[in-house]
């Protein structure tokens, strides 16, 4: 009978299986299966032509950052600088990494974050201090290359929760970026540094940066 009636009702055998498949499509998801590597080009960031985009952004960056503020700190003017920086690198690399993306939208995290920060305070006022003996044993619990890991998707933006081999592709493309930076940056700096007609030249014809 049972042979007879799924014979005669191949939909419900058809349904059947697709709900089977979703199921093991859930357990897959649920397992948190790698994400799939984007493949990010390190080597565009060695290269001539994309140091000379980076600082002839930046350089437009720090003048409009310079107009906007007329008597900045030392303190205030410092930090200006590094998050023009950061933000024109994450602009040249067009968001096709997750650290560039985490860049740009840096300024809703870190307000997001201190609220949370406030709310956390809050809370341990209230006598709710005792839940942090067992987060710290279970901190000293992990594996001395887990922690390492940890430490190390703190310091690559929007790399906190990814895959393993995901967070080696984007700390080598971030190093890649950051190391681009650095060259460009001291090139700005001595260019600055020797007069302001040199630097607006460059700014006209940023094709003889490098």
Known sequence: MASS?????????SNRSRESKRK??????DAGEIEPLTTLDQSRWRTD????????????ALRHVRRSNDNPSPVNAGRAVRETADRVLAVTAKGRSRWSRAILSGRLSLRLSQINKKH?????????????????AK???????????RVLGRLVPGCQKVPFPNLLEE????????EMQIRAMTFLTGLLSAGGAGAGSVAAQPDRLG
């Open 24 to 29: 093991k499509r859930r357990k897959i998801g």
């Open 49 to 60: 032509n994309e140091q000379q985009i980076y600082s002839s952004k930046l350089l437009q």
């Open 139 to 149: 901190k000293k619990r992990l594996p001395a290359i887990q922690r390492k890991v």
């Open 5 to 13: 009636s799924t014979v005669s009702n191949p939909d419900a055998n």
């Open 120 to 136: 956390k305070k809050a809370k341990l006022n209230n006598g709710n201090i005792k839940s942090k003996k067992p987060a710290a």
């Open 171 to 178: 700390t080598t493309d971030y190093i890649s970026a950051l």
